[in-house]
């Protein structure tokens, strides 16, 4: 496959998984499997991204996601450059499209960037040549987190057509649960959203999601539930009572579970409020996948990184072999 067939099947960039196709996002997916084999080597670094640049533009705090491209990029053998915005020109006032076409002078091929602006990777990868994955953008999209999120349920149900999936928490300040939304949606899944109303987005049953105003209610529905972090750096106040009030109504909890008519899944894309919206015997327990998310993670940001720059979906086995996996 060629590289402009195989950018083709994605795209140039990366900005979000609403509009992806069903084929699109399993593409993803299955390129990402072979890719997890190689975090497990003793020596975790494949040629592929030899002799390509990198910028990783992060104008939000990230621990997470950042170190995850990272090691992404690194295990393909890309150089990385690490950008923020504090020390960076835009704390002079310089714009981001000045940002990134200084950049793009010096040779880059590819831009992961995180901004406080919905819409921000997709103004970016319209305006300049290289390839632009979004890694978060306000609270619009952060799709390699749904997709890893819906990796980690595939490993674990086998399946995504028909498995009921609710989504818990500050949905209206989340880009993770717009992604998980729109990908679970196209795979056939069901989804819903459970939290005070005051974090619900106006018109959410729009994106063909069910609507929970009880925990319990989504707990004896739901196969998984992907349980979301209270956002206060985007709050002003009057969202909820108080955390603690939060964390008796809403509250992710071993008792609560034990309430579920089948067995559990639990995750969370991190950062945990413990004792907020999980409680940390749930967090750890049995039922909790949210390590094997960070795994996934790196596996589905290599796919992504090899997928945008070329490389062909069929000869991912190759490429984490050794080989260029690109024809």
């Not at 020596?43 to 992060?58: A, S």
């Not at 901004?115 to 390839?131: C, D, E, M, Q």
């Not at 952060?142 to 890893?148: A, D, I, K, N, S």
């Not at 989804?191 to 209610?217: H, K, N, Q, S, Y």
Request: proline fraction near 4%; glycine fraction near 10%; include cysteine.
């Amino acid at each position: 496959m060629s590289r402009s067939a195989a950018a083709a099947a994605l795209g140039k960039d990366l900005v979000g998984l609403e509009g992806l196709t069903r084929e699109q996002i399993l593409g993803i997916l299955d390129t990402a499997e072979p890719f997890k084999e190689v975090s497990e080597r003793r020596i975790k670094k494949v040629p592929v991204l030899r002799g390509k640049t990198i910028v990783n533009l992060f104008f939000e705090p990230s621990t997470r996601t950042r170190i995850s491209f990272e090691f992404a990029e690194k295990r393909l053998s890309a150089d990385t450059v690490n950008i923020g915005a504090v020390g960076s020109s835009v704390s002079k006032g310089e714009t981001l499209v000045d940002t990134a076409r200084n950049l793009e002078a010096m040779r880059i091929d590819m831009v992961v960037m995180r901004h406080w602006s919905p819409g921000a990777a997709r103004f970016l990868a319209s305006r300049i040549p290289s390839n632009v994955i979004n890694a978060g953008d306000g609270a619009h999209e952060h799709p390699t987190q749904g997709l890893l999120d819906i990796l980690t349920l595939r490993d674990h149900f086998g399946r995504l057509e028909g498995l009921k999936v609710c989504i818990v928490g500050d949905v209206l300040h989340s880009r993770v649960a717009r992604s998980n939304i729109y990908g679970l949606v196209t795979l056939g899944a069901e989804v819903a959203v459970c939290g005070p109303r005051t974090l619900l987005p106006a018109g959410i049953e729009e994106l063909d999601v069910r609507v929970f105003a009880r925990v319990e209610e989504a707990i004896e529905w739901a196969e998984a539930l992907n349980v979301l972090r209270l956002q206060l750096e985007r709050m002003e106040g009057g969202f909820v009572p108080s955390l603690r009030e939060y964390n008796r109504v809403f509250g992710i909890t071993r008792e609560r579970l034990e309430w579920a008519p089948r067995e559990m899944l639990i995750l969370h894309p991190g950062p945990m409020n413990r004792g907020v919206e999980i409680d940390s015997d749930v967090a750890d327990g049995p039922h909790s996948v949210i390590l094997r998310q960070v795994t996934n993670g790196v596996a589905v940001r290599m796919a992504v990184l090899y997928l945008l720059t070329g490389g062909a979906p069929d000869r991912a086995e190759s490429a984490k072999s050794g080989g260029e996996g690109r024809s």
